[in-house]
Structures are given as structure tokens and as C-alpha cells.
């Protein structure tokens, strides 16, 4: 790229920042300084503004880099992902959104203390709602390396290190000092813009190809290398045993993960009633729906127009794809047309990776001053002084998060995600519907589910393959490989219900009726709802 093209690109990102901020800086000088207003926004969103923020929340830099850029790399295998995201928001609609949204206040533990003892309980799910949270960020940290060292030409580990840096210190000061508000206010305008570009993008691919979708598929099998096994199931996932079995753990971590996002549950709590929470996931499902089916469009044409080759000597994990294609699209890399259009790609995938950073930071840093904070903090304490909490704790949020960000940077964005999903359905989602549907669950089924489920995903994933033993791996060096899958969900999830079943089960502690009663009136009707 010229420097006069990087201009342009810095341009945009400039005044992108520079809008965010303003409303970031608006939003801080009305806001009242009480946890309702810094966790939820006041809950004065309407059901589509609430929808759009969910689908700006959801369609992260996974999304827009990861998964095209693995549909251009292997084809049907990458599709999982599309399928898998897309599913996992039926079990949203269906089993949690309006049940949490009558029972919690602004965390997942609310809903999980609301009949048991809170304070092992706030424990173990805010330890768990920030161990997903930070695995997410570093996802969007991953992206945010590898789009802005493509875009400026450079690929040295000090613009990496440098972009990703910067990339945290916003999303700390989006947080701190615009709380939900804000963060809903910058995902809605990052779901505008994303969906703007991806309908351009794919509008441009199907001109490319005078809308004949099948000569879009057979042109990008033929550019492959791979023939018809690109477009069929196999070629990431059908070597083997090992590699059959990693694709229905990513399945279940993906469908089922969802349900278990600290961020996505959070954004239930902006809305004024129960019913405007599932309109609200009906308003994101249409959208995050649409943007999908662009998606298989955009990987597809990724691997037809700039092939597979191009896109690996790029970015070894596929996560340039989507610039690549604008670039060509436009009319190449010596064309203006080009530049605009690439610059202007990466311009919305940057808006998407800090948007998506800020509503992760705020879930993480209300985890943190909601629930493990309040179960410690001395009586008396107020909602400010617990306000004040989450604004530090999203400082070292954020810190911890550049480190692992800068640590996994060679790594695909979408399978970070997939990680991430993995340890959000093992830990969160057993834990959740125990509480909700099961009359006997008890206090240590509740501590057991949460903790049954995080530790085995998280040390299954350190013994495999994706932390050492493969070229691939973080510590390629090293090889501590025990675990054969790269994704640990098959097994962890199963996990997670099985210890909250036997915790309950081997627990002494009698099951409070009146309570589970009030809480199951409660989820259903929504009376006594905050």
C-alpha cells in the first residue's frame, strides 16, 4: 500500500475513534453514576435498539475475519462456524432470554443466586463469566493485529504488539467512563456499519460473477487446489478420528456456548420488561441471520477471486480474507478504487473489534464488582463505591487481555472463539438451566456445575494441541500434548451437568421450595422482576 492509501486507512479509523469517543465523552456527562445506570444502560432501550446492539455485540471479528477467511481456506468444513453461531441463538430465543431477563438483575450470577446461598455462588460464577470473557477478548486483540499490520504493510511484531495495545487502552476508556450506555450506542453504529459493508462486499461478489452462485462455488473449488473435496465435508475435519471428534465438539461448543456469553446475557438487562427481551433476539436473530448467509458469500468469493494461496501467504490463519477480496473487488492493488474499498473494509472490521471489546470488558468488569467484589466487600457499602470497582477492575481486565492477546496473535480469530464458546457452555450454561428448570438443585450442584465444567475445559485445552506439540500451537517448542482434540467441549460439557447433578445429589442441604416457586413465577410471568 502508498502512504497515501495508509492516509486514507488511518483516516477512517481516526474518525471512527473520534465518533465512538464523542459518544463515549456525551454519555459520561448525563450518566447518574448508580449500577443500574452503568450496567444496564437505565434499561430505556427499545427492543431494535436492544437487537441491533445484541447483533453488534454477537458479529465480532470471528466473525467477519475468522470464519470467511476459514470458508477460504477449507471450504464446507469452514461453514461449522456459520451454522453453529447461527443455531446457537435458538437456544437463546428459546430457553434463556426472557428467563433471565425476569430473574437476574445485571450478571448471570444474579439468576443463579436468586435461590441459593450467594456468596459461593457469585464466586464461582463471576470467576467463570470472566475466565470467558477475557478468552473472547483475546480473540478481537488477535484480529486487531493481524488487520492493521496488513493494512499499514508492516508485519513486525512491534506493530502488532503496538496495535493491539492500543486497541485495549480504548476499550478500558469506552468503559470507564461510558459504561453501558455508551458501549450500546457504539454497537449499534458498528452494526450499521458492518452490515453496510458486508451487503456491499456481497453484492460486489455476485457481480463478479453475474449472480450464477453456482460458478461462484466451482470457480473457488477449481482455485483451491482441492477440487470437489473443497466443497464438501472433510477437509479440515476428516483426517481422522481425532479430527472427526473435534468437529462435534466445536458443533456442541457453538450451539450451546451462546447461552452462556457473559456479554450477550447482559445485554437482556437494557430493556424495560421480559417481552422486550425477546423481541429483542428476534430483532438479532434477523440480523445476525442475514449477515451469515453474506458471510458464506464473502468466504466463498474470498477463496474464487483472490484464492486460497494469496490468502495463507497473508495471514497463515486466514483472519486478511475479507480485505483481500475488497482489495481485489475494487479493482486490485494498484487502483484507487482498490485502496478505498480495502481501506474502508478494515475501517468496519476495526469498528467491530472495538465495539466488540467494549461490551466484553463491561460483562467481565460488572462479573467482577457484582458479583466477586460484593460477595467480599464489607457492609454498608454502596452502589457507587461498587460502580468505582468495575471501572478498575476494567483496567486489568484490559491489561490481562493484551497479554494473551499478544501471546496467541498467530492464531485463527475464529477458532479463539470457538475456545471461548467452549468453556462459556461448560461452565455457564449447566449452571444456568439447573437453576432454572431443576426444583431440587442445590447450592454445591450450582458451585460443583461451575466449577465441573471450567477447570476440565481449561486444562483440556492447555494439554492440547493448540498450547503445544504442532507448528501451530503457542509454545510450538514444547510438547506437554496429552489431549488429542483442539477443542475440549465434547468432553466438558458433559462434564459440567454431570457435577452440578452429583453435587446436588450427594449435597445435604434441603431444596428451599417457597424460593424456587417464587423464582419459577417469576421467570415465567415476569412478576417481581426488576
Given at each position: 500500500?502508498?502512504?497515501?492509501?495508509?492516509?486514507?486507512?488511518?483516516?477512517?479509523?481516526?474518525?471512527?475513534?473520534?465518533?465512538?469517543?464523542?459518544?463515549?465523552?456525551?454519555?459520561?456527562?448525563?450518566?447518574?453514576?448508580?449500577?443500574?445506570?452503568?450496567?444496564?444502560?437505565?434499561?430505556?432501550?427499545?427492543?431494535?435498539?436492544?437487537?441491533?446492539?445484541?447483533?453488534?455485540?454477537?458479529?465480532?471479528?470471528?466473525?467477519?475475519?475468522?470464519?470467511?477467511?476459514?470458508?477460504?481456506?477449507?471450504?464446507?468444513?469452514?461453514?461449522?462456524?456459520?451454522?453453529?453461531?447461527?443455531?446457537?441463538?435458538?437456544?437463546?430465543?428459546?430457553?434463556?432470554?426472557?428467563?433471565?431477563?425476569?430473574?437476574?438483575?445485571?450478571?448471570?450470577?444474579?439468576?443463579?443466586?436468586?435461590?441459593?446461598?450467594?456468596?459461593?455462588?457469585?464466586?464461582?460464577?463471576?470467576?467463570?463469566?470472566?475466565?470467558?470473557?477475557?478468552?473472547?477478548?483475546?480473540?478481537?486483540?488477535?484480529?486487531?493485529?493481524?488487520?492493521?499490520?496488513?493494512?499499514?504493510?508492516?508485519?513486525?511484531?512491534?506493530?502488532?504488539?503496538?496495535?493491539?495495545?492500543?486497541?485495549?487502552?480504548?476499550?478500558?476508556?469506552?468503559?470507564?467512563?461510558?459504561?453501558?450506555?455508551?458501549?450500546?450506542?457504539?454497537?449499534?453504529?458498528?452494526?450499521?456499519?458492518?452490515?453496510?459493508?458486508?451487503?456491499?462486499?456481497?453484492?460486489?461478489?455476485?457481480?463478479?460473477?453475474?449472480?450464477?452462485?453456482?460458478?461462484?462455488?466451482?470457480?473457488?473449488?477449481?482455485?483451491?487446489?482441492?477440487?470437489?473435496?473443497?466443497?464438501?465435508?472433510?477437509?479440515?475435519?476428516?483426517?481422522?478420528?481425532?479430527?472427526?471428534?473435534?468437529?462435534?465438539?466445536?458443533?456442541?461448543?457453538?450451539?450451546?456456548?451462546?447461552?452462556?456469553?457473559?456479554?450477550?446475557?447482559?445485554?437482556?438487562?437494557?430493556?424495560?420488561?421480559?417481552?422486550?427481551?425477546r423481541r429483542s433476539a428476534v430483532w438479532s436473530?434477523?440480523?445476525?441471520?442475514?449477515?451469515?448467509?453474506?458471510?458464506?458469500?464473502?468466504?466463498?468469493?474470498?477463496?474464487?477471486?483472490?484464492?486460497?494461496?494469496?490468502?495463507?501467504?497473508?495471514?497463515?490463519?486466514?483472519?486478511?480474507?475479507?480485505?483481500?477480496?475488497?482489495?481485489?473487488?475494487?479493482?486490485?492493488?494498484?487502483?484507487?478504487?482498490?485502496?478505498?474499498?480495502?481501506?474502508?473494509?478494515?475501517?468496519?472490521?476495526?469498528?467491530?473489534?472495538?465495539?466488540?471489546?467494549?461490551?466484553?470488558?463491561?460483562?467481565?468488569?460488572?462479573?467482577?464488582?457484582?458479583?466477586?467484589?460484593?460477595?467480599?466487600?464489607?457492609?454498608?457499602?454502596?452502589?457507587?463505591?461498587?460502580?468505582?470497582?468495575?471501572?478498575?477492575?476494567?483496567?486489568?481486565?484490559?491489561?490481562?487481555?493484551?497479554?494473551?492477546?499478544?501471546?496467541?496473535?498467530?492464531?485463527?480469530?475464529?477458532?479463539?472463539?470457538?475456545?471461548?464458546?467452549?468453556?462459556?457452555?461448560?461452565?455457564?450454561?449447566?449452571?444456568?438451566?439447573?437453576?432454572?428448570?431443576?426444583?431440587?438443585?442445590?447450592?454445591?450442584?450450582?458451585?460443583?456445575?461451575?466449577?465441573?465444567?471450567?477447570?476440565?475445559?481449561?486444562?483440556?485445552?492447555?494439554?492440547?494441541?493448540?498450547?503445544?506439540?504442532?507448528?501451530?500451537?503457542?509454545?510450538?517448542?514444547?510438547?506437554?500434548?496429552?489431549?488429542?482434540?483442539?477443542?475440549?467441549?465434547?468432553?466438558?460439557?458433559?462434564?459440567?451437568?454431570?457435577?452440578?447433578?452429583?453435587?446436588?445429589?450427594?449435597?445435604?442441604?434441603?431444596?428451599?421450595?417457597?424460593?424456587?416457586?417464587?423464582?419459577e413465577v417469576r421467570s415465567l410471568t415476569g412478576?417481581?422482576?426488576?
Open positions: 500500500m502508498t502512504g497515501r492509501h495508509e492516509t486514507l486507512a488511518l483516516m477512517l479509523f481516526s474518525a471512527f475513534v473520534a465518533v465512538t469517543l464523542g459518544i463515549t465523552t456525551w454519555v459520561s456527562r448525563r450518566r447518574h453514576g448508580s449500577a443500574e445506570e452503568f450496567y444496564a444502560g437505565g434499561r430505556l432501550f427499545s427492543p431494535m435498539e436492544n437487537g441491533f446492539a445484541i447483533a453488534g455485540d454477537y458479529m465480532s471479528a470471528a466473525s467477519f475475519l475468522g470464519v470467511t477467511g476459514l470458508i477460504a481456506l477449507f471450504g464446507y468444513d469452514g461453514l461449522l462456524y456459520v451454522v453453529g453461531f447461527l443455531v446457537a441463538w435458538l437456544v437463546v430465543l428459546f430457553l434463556v432470554a426472557e428467563l433471565v431477563r425476569n430473574c437476574g438483575r445485571f450478571t448471570l450470577a444474579d439468576v443463579i443466586a436468586a435461590r441459593m446461598t450467594e456468596r459461593p455462588v457469585r464466586i464461582a460464577a463471576g470467576t467463570s463469566s470472566v475466565t470467558v470473557s477475557v478468552l473472547y477478548l483475546v480473540a478481537q486483540m488477535v484480529g486487531a493485529g493481524s488487520l492493521v499490520t496488513l493494512l499499514l504493510g508492516r508485519t513486525s511484531q512491534a506493530a502488532q504488539a503496538w496495535t493491539v495495545i492500543g486497541v485495549g487502552a480504548l476499550m478500558v476508556i469506552y468503559v470507564t467512563l461510558g459504561g453501558m450506555r455508551a458501549t450500546t450506542w457504539i454497537q449499534i453504529v458498528k452494526a450499521v456499519l458492518l452490515l453496510g459493508g458486508t451487503v456491499t462486499l456481497t453484492v460486489l461478489v455476485l457481480l463478479r460473477f453475474h449472480g450464477d452462485v453456482d460458478q461462484l462455488l466451482r470457480t473457488a473449488a477449481e482455485r483451491s487446489g482441492h477440487g470437489k473435496a473443497f466443497l464438501a465435508p472433510g477437509l479440515r475435519y476428516g483426517g481422522g478420528w481425532s479430527a472427526r471428534l473435534d468437529f462435534i465438539s466445536l458443533g456442541l461448543a457453538l450451539v450451546l456456548g451462546t447461552a452462556g456469553l457473559p456479554h450477550i446475557l447482559s445485554r437482556f438487562y437494557t430493556v424495560p420488561t421480559a417481552k422486550a427481551a436473530i434477523g440480523l445476525i441471520g442475514g449477515f451469515y448467509l453474506m458471510a458464506i458469500v464473502l468466504g466463498f468469493g474470498a477463496a474464487a477471486v483472490v484464492g486460497p494461496d494469496v490468502v495463507r501467504a497473508s495471514n497463515e490463519s486466514g483472519n486478511t480474507a475479507v480485505p483481500l477480496l475488497a482489495l481485489d473487488l475494487g479493482g486490485g492493488a494498484g487502483s484507487t478504487g482498490g485502496a478505498v474499498l480495502f481501506a474502508v473494509v478494515a475501517a468496519v472490521a476495526f469498528a467491530t473489534i472495538l465495539a466488540v471489546v467494549a461490551g466484553i470488558t463491561l460483562a467481565s468488569s460488572a462479573s467482577v464488582a457484582h458479583d466477586l467484589y460484593a460477595s467480599l466487600r464489607r457492609p454498608g457499602a454502596g452502589g457507587r463505591s461498587e460502580v468505582a470497582v468495575a471501572r478498575a477492575s476494567a483496567v486489568g481486565i484490559g491489561v490481562v487481555a493484551i497479554a494473551l492477546g499478544l501471546l496467541a496473535r498467530d492464531l485463527n480469530v475464529a477458532f479463539l472463539v470457538g475456545l471461548a464458546f467452549a468453556v462459556a457452555a461448560s461452565a455457564n450454561l449447566p449452571v444456568l438451566l439447573y437453576s432454572l428448570f431443576w426444583r431440587g438443585f442445590t447450592t454445591r450442584g450450582a458451585v460443583w456445575a461451575v466449577y465441573g465444567g471450567l477447570v476440565p475445559a481449561l486444562v483440556l485445552v492447555v494439554l492440547s494441541p493448540v498450547v503445544s506439540g504442532s507448528p501451530g500451537a503457542l509454545f510450538p517448542d514444547v510438547d506437554f500434548q496429552y489431549f488429542p482434540l483442539q477443542n475440549p467441549g465434547i468432553v466438558s460439557i458433559p462434564l459440567g451437568f454431570l457435577a452440578g447433578w452429583l453435587g446436588t445429589v450427594t449435597s445435604d442441604e434441603v431444596p428451599d421450595e417457597a424460593r424456587h416457586a417464587e423464582t412478576a417481581g422482576a426488576v
